[in-house]
């Protein structure tokens, strides 16, 4: 893992052992508050010291995030809930009042009813002013605070804010910039989503600063739009890395050098893919895999056509090989060749009888199997033929369309309102999904979820710096699943291969950047990798800011 310091350990389990992406768990409120009560139950700290040390990082960030404010001194209204949270706001509001901030304090529910900790930081603000109902907030007129610092609900949260507190962060943010403690309040830190009926509101904070690691929530669904920008504090729990928690994946990869194979190396010790492509008229996906499979380093693609789509292949194709499959016995005589190590199909396939053929017969090789859309959609009406024949090194890669077609009542959870916290994520669907498929499962979407039938599971963002939405255009997902089976041909463990995959497909797009269309995302990559740093190298800064 990686943490602010830089720390970082292997992944793991790589292509000849040398993958070395850095990574970040992604805690959810249980994990967090399990770590905080095991600390505190070892007297190694306090729950007021992390309260005070939280405080102070919300300052912190806020007065770096606008130093013209933290000089003159601003004026500021500090919305706090009824427990922890609230408590985190209590400490900001004396420390804003120490360097000179005006200050209103308003606070959510029944001062008698809070913990203690946070009930001790309240009554140490009451030495040096008023704690308003919060019902006084809604009538703050536009622009009466320079900054609002939201410490209502943050992790735990498990249902909808009460309207009040609404009304007053509506009102006193107009004008204001918002700092989220943990979390906004009204969105569940352990999935991103809004909890309540209707739409999310359009506007969360501007800066969110959570506590030793980041939520899952900040990452997923409409999290990171409604964070802001996110800076991740150490209040003083260890940074031990936490054992099965999911990894976001910060980039860039590491171990895709061709050079750790050795200098006698030839191609095939780089693996052969070979792609599955459509009729005449529909090869098009199937190039664009074969050329990013290619060019992310496996030592051979093979495209194999219908008999009849031979030459239109032929025509466009040079580095990239060809042979003729016609049916699954054709695939059959093809995959005798052992030297073939990876499959990718389902690109311009057909979601027919023919693809279903293809697919099993592809499945029964035993080898690493990427399938995208027609090898999905081919089974939708009857999918369990096609999971029984998966096993954990088959990747399946879904848009969300395509995974409501396999997997209807996982999205059916994802599309309906949630009314409660912790509320069902993309990161549950998908790791639900790769349980019943037996097969590591990528969810595409900014927040690329990938899980791994045995509950392992990876996360990467493409947010903030790193959104890229030129990359919803045809033929894209084609190339991800190229890349996929790329990697797998060198050797790389589905799970690893699916993060770097992720991680290149946004890091070609953004060096194509608006105009882009499909094909230039397989040229864009040798300068992707010529620029990958050496492992050991400090990691990226947070994926959406911070």
């Not at 045809?474 to 699943?481: K, P, Q, S």
């Amino acid at each position: 893992m990686t943490n602010e310091a830089g720390a970082e350990s292997a992944m793991g389990g790589g292509a000849w052992g040398a993958f070395d992406g850095p990574t970040v768990e992604l805690l959810d409120g249980a994990r967090m508050r399990a770590l905080e009560q095991a600390q505190m139950a070892a007297g190694r700290i306090s729950g007021l010291e992390l309260m005070e040390a939280a405080g102070a990082a919300i300052v912190a960030a806020l007065s770096s995030a606008r130093p013209e404010l933290a000089r003159r001194g601003g004026r500021a209204a500090v919305l706090c809930g009824p427990g922890a949270n609230g408590g985190d706001g209590f400490v900001a509001a004396r420390r804003l009042a120490g360097r000179g901030w005006a200050v209103e304090v308003f606070m959510l529910g029944d001062p008698a009813r809070q913990p203690p900790d946070a009930a001790a930081n309240r009554r140490r603000w009451e030495g040096l002013g008023p704690v308003r109902d919060i019902a006084r907030a809604a009538d703050a007129a536009p622009g009466a605070f320079d900054a609002v610092i939201d410490a209502g609900f943050g992790t735990g949260l498990s249902r909808p804010i009460p309207r009040t507190l609404r009304a007053a962060l509506d009102a006193a943010s107009r004008g204001a910039f918002v700092v989220a403690a943990d979390m906004p309040s009204g969105w569940c830190a352990d999935s991103g989503r809004h909890l309540g009926e209707g739409p999310a509101p359009a506007r969360g904070a501007d800066l969110t600063v959570t506590f030793h690691r980041p939520r899952l929530g900040h990452a997923l669904g409409d999290g990171p739009r409604a964070v802001g920008r996110l800076v991740v504090a150490d209040i003083g729990l260890p940074q031990d890395p936490i054992a099965d928690a999911p990894l976001l994946f910060l980039g860039p990869p590491r171990g895709l050098d061709k050079a750790a194979a050795g200098p006698r190396a030839h191609k095939y010790v780089h693996g052969h893919a070979l792609v599955l492509a459509g009729g005449c008229g529909k090869g098009g996906a199937a190039r664009l895999a074969a050329r990013a499979a290619l060019r992310v380093g496996a030592g051979l693609v093979t495209v194999a056509p219908p008999p009849e789509a031979l030459a239109e292949n032929a025509a466009r194709l040079d580095a990239v090989m060809l042979r003729p499959v016609a049916d699954a016995e054709a695939l059959r005589r093809a995959l005798a060749d052992r030297r073939i190590n990876a499959l990718a199909l389902g690109m311009g396939l057909g979601a027919d009888a023919r693809a279903r053929a293809l697919t099993l017969a592809a499945l029964e090789s035993g080898r690493a199997a990427t399938l995208d859309a027609d090898a999905l959609g081919a089974f939708a009406a009857d999918p369990a033929p096609f999971f029984a024949a998966l096993r954990p090194d088959c990747v399946l890669t879904p848009h969300e369309g395509e995974f409501a077609r396999l997997f209807p009542d996982l999205a059916e959870r994802l599309r309906a309102p949630a009314l409660a916290g912790p509320a069902f994520s993309r990161l549950d669907a998908a790791r639900a999904a790769a349980r019943r498929a037996g097969a590591c499962v990528l969810l595409k979407g900014p927040d690329t979820v990938i899980a791994s039938p045995d509950g392992a599971a990876m996360v990467h963002l493409a947010a903030g710096p790193r959104a890229a939405p030129w990359l919803a255009t045809a033929g894209a997902g084609d190339v991800l699943a190229g890349l996929i089976a790329g990697l797998t041909a060198r050797g790389f463990a589905p799970l690893e291969a699916c993060s770097a995959a992720a991680w290149l497909h946004v890091e070609a797009a953004l060096r194509v950047g608006p105009g882009l269309i499909a094909e230039d995302l397989p040229e864009a990559l040798p300068a992707v990798l010529r620029a990958l740093p050496p492992a050991g190298a400090a990691r990226a800064p947070w994926p959406w800011g911070g």
